[in-house]
C-alpha cells in the first residue's frame, strides 16, 4: 500500500474518531477519576517504526503506579481477569478494548497507524528473531493481523508471525478487513486475557541461558 494513502486514511479516520468519540472518552474519564485517584491516562515508552521510541496513551486501567516499571506478562495482569491491581472500570475498559482510545492521538501525530503490528517495549526488540524485524519497517498499529487472530491468548513467535505476514501482505483493502474484523472481536471479547503460549520473557530467558553457555 502507498504509504500516502495509508497515511491520509489513517488521519481521516482517527480525526473522524477522535471527533464522534469525544463524549465517549470524556465520560470515560469522568469514571476514572471517580473509580480510583491517579491520572486518566497511562503512558508508557514503546519502540515503533525504524525502532524510533514514542509515548503511548492508553486510559488507566490499574491502580496509579510508576508506568515504567509495570509488566504485563510477568505480574500477570493480563493473563487473568483477577488481578487486584485492575481497577472496576478498568476491567471494564479492557473487556472491550477502550483504554486503547487515547492512541488515536498517536494515531494523528504520526506515531502509530490504525493497523500495524502492535508497538512493543524496548526490552521486548531483544527477543524479535531478524527474520521477524520487518516489523519495524511499517507504523505501529492500534490493530493488527495478530489481534484478529487470537489478541492476547497468542504467544510471543505467534504475534510476530502474525506481525511480519501482515507486512508482506499489506493493502488498503486488507486494512478495511482486519478494523472489521478488529470490531467483531472487541464485540465477542475474545482474547482478553493471555493464554497458555510463551511469552517474551520466557524466549529472553532462554536466549540469555543460551548466550552464557557459548560464552563458557
Not at 494513502?5 to 477519576?33: E, N, T
Not at 498499529?141 to 492476547?152: D, S
Not at 505467534?158 to 478494523?179: M, P
Request: proline residues 4%; hydrophobic residues 40%.
Amino acid at each position: 500500500m502507498k504509504a500516502t494513502v495509508k497515511r491520509g486514511f489513517d488521519v481521516v479516520v482517527s480525526g473522524g474518531a477522535i471527533v464522534l468519540l469525544a463524549p465517549l472518552m470524556l465520560l470515560i474519564s469522568l469514571l476514572i477519576r471517580l473509580d480510583s485517584s491517579g491520572p486518566v491516562l497511562f503512558a508508557q515508552k514503546r519502540v515503533g517504526r525504524d525502532l524510533r521510541e514514542f509515548r503511548i496513551f492508553k486510559f488507566r486501567t490499574m491502580l496509579d503506579r510508576d508506568p515504567e516499571s509495570i509488566d504485563q506478562f510477568s505480574e500477570g495482569v493480563i493473563c487473568s481477569g483477577q488481578d487486584p491491581r485492575i481497577t472496576r472500570v478498568g476491567r471494564m475498559l479492557r473487556a472491550m478494548s477502550l483504554d486503547e482510545l487515547p492512541q488515536l492521538f498517536n494515531i494523528m501525530k504520526g506515531d502509530m497507524s490504525l493497523v500495524g503490528p502492535r508497538p512493543i517495549l524496548r526490552e521486548q526488540v531483544e527477543v524479535v528473531p531478524e527474520i521477524y524485524r520487518k516489523r519495524f519497517s511499517v507504523r505501529p498499529g492500534l490493530t493488527g493481523l495478530a489481534q484478529v487472530q487470537g489478541r492476547r491468548s497468542l504467544g510471543w513467535m505467534e504475534q510476530l508471525e502474525f506481525d511480519a505476514n501482515y507486512v508482506d501482505r499489506a493493502s488498503f483493502f486488507l486494512d478495511l478487513r482486519l478494523i472489521m474484523m478488529t470490531a467483531y472481536v472487541v464485540i465477542a471479547f475474545k482474547g482478553i486475557y493471555g493464554g497458555s503460549g510463551k511469552n517474551w520473557r520466557e524466549y529472553r530467558e532462554e536466549l540469555r541461558t543460551r548466550h552464557a553457555r557459548d560464552s563458557e
